[in-house]
């Protein structure tokens, strides 16, 4: 079982300082950056989740994920037509795919994902989106026919939301926001850890 808390960063920096806390799983999520500065920083993030045995999942860049030696990426549903999931696979890197309605789900299964995520659960200020929050009631039924591939919830999430959210049928929960925004990002990378390892 991946860890049940997964946060994600835009910055090898937050690694660096939150890492050591105890994060496992961990993405990284760099937008409108040089290819230059998005290898070096998945270079960086790869050093120091290998030195805490945490797992690393890039968002998008495969291809980079792939030449670096990672073992995990997230791919969203825009970039799915231009990744060449089969290629992934016979190098044995693991595959999360974003979800947001029933034909997104069905795209993302037809690629034997090793996670679906689904969101967001709540109201999020991470990025404007054309979907409304999907509420918790949505895991339930994403659930139900996703079967044992572990289900994400993403956005709006805090370590209290995050109990409704395995409630419904959330196997892992991730945060953004949550942790970057807080005025003290290490004790509250402590609360989520306390929370999520008491579900």
Same mark, same amino acid.
């Given at each position: 079982?991946?860890?049940?808390? =997964?946060?994600?960063?835009?910055?090898?920096?937050?690694? %660096?300082?939150?890492?050591?806390?105890?994060? +496992?799983?961990?993405?990284?999520?760099?937008? !409108?950056?040089? +290819?230059? +500065? &998005? #290898? =070096?920083?998945?270079?960086?993030?790869?050093?120091?989740?290998?030195? /805490?045995?945490?797992?690393?999942?890039?968002?998008? =860049?495969?291809?980079?994920?792939?030449?670096?030696?990672?073992?995990?990426?997230?791919?969203?549903?825009?970039?799915?037509?231009?990744?060449?999931?089969k290629k992934l696979k016979? !190098?044995?890197?693991?595959?999360? &795919?974003?979800?947001?309605?029933?034909?997104?789900?069905?795209?993302?299964?037809?690629?034997?994902?090793? /996670?679906?995520?689904?969101?967001?659960? =709540?109201?999020?200020?991470? %990025? %404007?989106?054309?979907?409304?929050?999907? *509420?918790?009631?949505?895991?339930?039924?994403?659930?139900?026919?996703?079967?044992?591939?572990?289900?994400?919830?993403? *956005?709006?999430?805090?370590?209290?939301?995050?109990? $409704? @959210?395995?409630? @419904?049928?959330?196997?892992?929960?991730? @945060?953004?926001?949550? &942790?970057?925004?807080?005025?003290?990002?290490? !004790? #509250?990378?402590?609360?989520?850890? $306390?929370?999520?390892? !008491?579900?």
């Amino acid at each position: 079982m991946i860890s049940k808390f =997964y946060p994600i960063f835009d910055s090898s920096l937050w690694l %660096k300082k939150l890492i050591p806390g105890g994060i +496992k799983f961990v993405q990284l999520r760099i937008k !409108n950056q040089p +290819k230059t +500065k &998005i #290898r =070096y920083e998945i270079q960086k993030a790869k050093l120091i989740c290998d030195k /805490y045995d945490a797992i690393l999942v890039i968002n998008d =860049y495969w291809e980079m994920a792939l030449e670096e030696n990672c073992s995990f990426v997230h791919i969203g549903q825009e970039d799915l037509l231009n990744c060449d999931i089969k290629k992934l696979k016979l !190098n044995s890197i693991k595959i999360g &795919i974003s979800t947001h309605d029933q034909d997104e789900l069905e795209t993302a299964l037809s690629n034997s994902p090793d /996670y679906i995520a689904l969101g967001p659960i =709540y109201p999020t200020i991470l %990025k %404007k989106m054309k979907w409304g929050h999907q *509420g918790v009631r949505k895991l339930t039924d994403w659930k139900k026919q996703i079967g044992e591939i572990p289900l994400v919830a993403i *956005g709006g999430m805090t370590p209290e939301r995050s109990l $409704e @959210a395995f409630d @419904a049928g959330a196997d892992i929960v991730s @945060a953004v926001t949550d &942790i970057t925004l807080n005025e003290n990002p290490k !004790n #509250r990378v402590i609360k989520w850890l $306390e929370t999520v390892n !008491n579900v």
